[in-house]
Every structure is written in C-alpha cells, then in structure tokens.
C-alpha cells in the first residue's frame, strides 16, 4: 500500500493488486508456498507474473489461496515477484479494514528466529466515497398579502380566524457515488418569526419521504393562528402606511435569527439514486401585515450532512451540500377602506388650512384693502380727458 491511498473507496476500484515479492537467502527451498487469507467478499481473479517464473497459483477455498514459487525448488539466493489480483466489486464495507494474511513456507525446516518475516498483513481502510448534493424548489415562488387581496387566495383552518398561505417545498437529495451513502441527515431551516419577540410564522401540515427513505422530526407550532393586536391609533397606521416600503430578508444564516429546524434521517442511498423529500406548510399572513416592509423574502436553507460513524466521506471538490431555497411575501400596498377615508379627510383638511393661510397672509399685507374703484374711476376720468383735448386740437 502506498502512502497515497489513504484508503479504499467501496465502489470505485474494480479490483485490487497484491504485488509480492519473496527471496530465499538460504539453501535451496523445497515446495515453497505461498498462503493468502482473505475476505470472503472478494473473488479471485488471476496471478500475473512479468515472465515466466513457474509461479501457478489454486483456490483452494473461496477465501484461501495457494501459490506455489519454483516448484519444485526455490534456488538459493533467488526472488520472485509477482502480482494477485482480486475483484473488489462486491465488498458490502460491512467490515472496516480489507485485511490480507499472506504466509510463506516451505518443506525445509527453518530456524524458529527467521520465521519473523515469513508471515505479512497487508489492510487498508473501506471507506464510502460519495458525492451528495440537493436541489429544491418551492411553490408558489411569490404571493401578495394584505387586507384588499381575497380571502379565497388563502387557506383558513377550522376553528381559526387567521389566513394562512400555503407553501409546498420539494428537495431532492441525490449521491452521485462512487460509493453507496449508508445514511445521512438533512437538516432544513425556516427563519420562523419577523423578529426576536415575535410570533412564530410557519405551521408544517405534513412532510413526506419518497420510498420510504428516512423519517423527518420537527417540533409542531402548538399555536398556529396569531393575530397581533393593534394599539396604535389611526395616525400611526397612516403613517405606516406611506413609509411601507422596502425589503426585509430573513435568513438563518444571520446571527439572532429563531428558526423552524427540521432533522430528517436519510437511510442507504445507492449510486445515482435520489431521494425526494416533500414538506407542506402554512404561513400565517396576519403577522406579516404589521411589518413596516414592502417585500419580505424567505431563504429556506437545506443541508445534507453524513455521518462520519459510518465511515463515508465526501468527494473533494464535488457538488454542494447545500441549497438556499427561496420565496418572496410581497404587500399588495392597498391600503384599508378607512385609512383611504382618512387620507382624503386629512387632505382636504390640510388644503383648507393652506388656503385660509395664503388668504390672511394676503390680507396682513394689505391686498384686499387697496382702493381698486377710486383707481378705476381716476383711470377713467384720465381717459376721457385725453380723449376730449384731442378733439379740441382737431377742430383748431
């Protein structure tokens, strides 16, 4: 084994070589042999040697060969090399270590101290290989809020006041190989309130994997319905109202942030097998129209994580373990009949004050107390007795 193969990928290598090499530095060596034990999930597939050394070698059971060097004598001073290939296509990665015992020995007796190098243990570590990767969607991808849009757009539960949306995310977990996934844990977040203090948002209704493949845990909102009270009066809402704008992400990511975590344990995933994991959701809308935002948007993330108990490892520089998944909640930026009834008061009120102001700030400077009719009638008269001397000057 060299120093680079830190370890056997189940799945990626075909077969295995031994390469062997004995020397005899004594006397000639009757009816050597040499011995290999091995794992019962491997399957013999040929002995090759460079040249022809007289090296034949027999299964004598279904996990122990037999090679038999220079029959029927092993020359003094001499060394074989030669190489055992065995077919590693069905090793299951039950046991940790591929393990070989390789014994050599011969009809001659042989002095008990030099028996120390006759017997060799070759192993190498089984690992499982694998390259996991997600993907997901979610559906509808955006949706309008508020308290113009229809109540039929929504889903209202028994016994509950509130208008929930409905939100159906799909995630696929695949493993591209090379080696089986014996199991793993998805792990999925929803950023699950507006704020530190807030109520929480998301009511999971129900969560399905494919081919029964796993089982997802999650702790249930025993709450679902909230409705936040409103205490501000009504120029506080006008005011909100116009300064609603603006976008609002939430992430779990972000430090602080209190999230629904959902654990899902994954069972064997095969070669370029996938397993689809379906999660239907409510999301309480009333809790998002007392946010002073325009446009809230939701990053769902997924997670696939193996577990290193099981002895799997993921291909360096594979496909990401990890998908973001997101969804927008946008207001409709309608406001309420009675704030618009509030609105055109408060114009017309302010008109009026504007008006009535211009009128009296005319009036302290003077405008509405000028003579305009003593001014009309001295225009007047001006004209008329311009008029009259140049009729006197015509008739000269």
């Known amino acids: 084994v060299d120093d680079r193969t830190t370890y056997l990928a189940l799945g990626a290598v075909r077969n295995i070589s031994l390469n062997i090499s004995i020397s005899n530095i004594g006397d000639d060596a009757y009816d050597t042999n040499v011995f290999f034990n091995f794992s019962g999930e491997l399957f013999f597939i040929k002995m090759w040697q460079k040249e022809e050394l007289g090296i034949a070698c027999e299964l004598l059971e279904s996990d122990f060969l037999k090679c038999s060097v220079g029959f029927p004598f092993m020359r003094s001073k001499s060394r074989y090399e030669f190489s055992v290939i065995f077919d590693t296509s069905h090793l299951s990665g039950q046991e940790e270590t591929l393990t070989f015992l390789i014994t050599a020995q011969s009809g001659n007796l042989e002095r008990t101290e030099s028996l120390h190098d006759n017997t060799l243990t070759l192993s190498v570590p089984l690992m499982h290989e694998v390259d996991s990767s997600i993907n997901g969607e979610v559906f509808p991808t955006s949706f309008?809020?508020?308290?113009?849009?229809?109540?039929?757009?929504?889903?209202?539960?028994?016994?509950?006041?509130?208008?929930?949306?409905?939100?159906?995310?799909?995630?696929?977990?695949?493993?591209?190989?090379?080696?089986?996934?014996?199991?793993?844990?998805?792990?999925?977040?929803?950023?699950?309130?507006?704020?530190?203090?807030?109520?929480?948002?998301?009511?999971?209704?129900?969560?399905?994997?494919?081919?029964?493949?796993?089982?997802?845990?999650?702790?249930?909102?025993?709450?679902?319905?909230?409705?936040?009270?409103?205490?501000?009066?009504?120029?506080?809402?006008?005011?909100?109202?116009?300064?609603?704008?603006?976008?609002?992400?939430?992430?779990?990511?972000?430090?602080?942030?209190?999230?629904?975590?959902?654990?899902?344990?994954?069972?064997?995933?095969?070669k370029a097998e996938s397993c689809d994991i379906s999660i239907y959701t409510l999301l309480n809308t009333e809790i998002l129209k007392k946010d002073s935002s325009s446009v809230i948007q939701f990053v769902t993330r997924a997670k696939v994580r193996v577990d290193p108990a099981l002895r799997v490892v993921e291909v360096p520089s594979g496909s990401p373990e990890e998908k973001p998944v997101v969804f927008e909640a946008l207001h409709n930026l309608e406001p309420r009949g009675y704030v618009v009834g509030w609105i055109i008061a408060i114009s017309l009120l302010v008109g009026i004050?504007?008006?009535?102001?211009?009128?009296?700030?005319?009036?302290?400077?003077?405008?509405?107390?000028?003579?305009?009719?003593e001014i009309i009638e001295a225009e007047k008269n001006r004209k008329e007795n311009e008029d009259s001397w140049d009729w006197v000057q015509k008739n000269q």
């Open 144 to 270: 309008f809020y508020g308290d113009s849009v229809e109540a039929s757009n929504f889903v209202q539960l028994e016994n509950h006041e509130c208008l929930f949306q409905s939100l159906n995310f799909t995630l696929q977990v695949y493993n591209a190989g090379p080696s089986t996934l014996p199991g793993a844990f998805l792990d999925i977040s929803f950023p699950n309130r507006l704020s530190a203090t807030g109520a929480k948002i998301f009511h999971v209704q129900q969560m399905m994997v494919g081919q029964d493949k796993g089982n997802c845990f999650f702790h249930k909102n025993p709450s679902p319905c909230v409705i936040p009270q409103e205490n501000e009066n009504i120029f506080h809402t006008i005011f909100a109202f116009f300064t609603k704008s603006g976008r609002k992400v939430l992430d779990c990511e972000r430090p602080g942030r209190s999230c629904l975590i959902i654990r899902c344990n994954l069972s064997s995933l095969a």
């Open 353 to 373: 004050l504007i008006f009535l102001l211009l009128a009296v700030l005319l009036w302290k400077m003077g405008f509405f107390r000028r003579r305009y009719k």
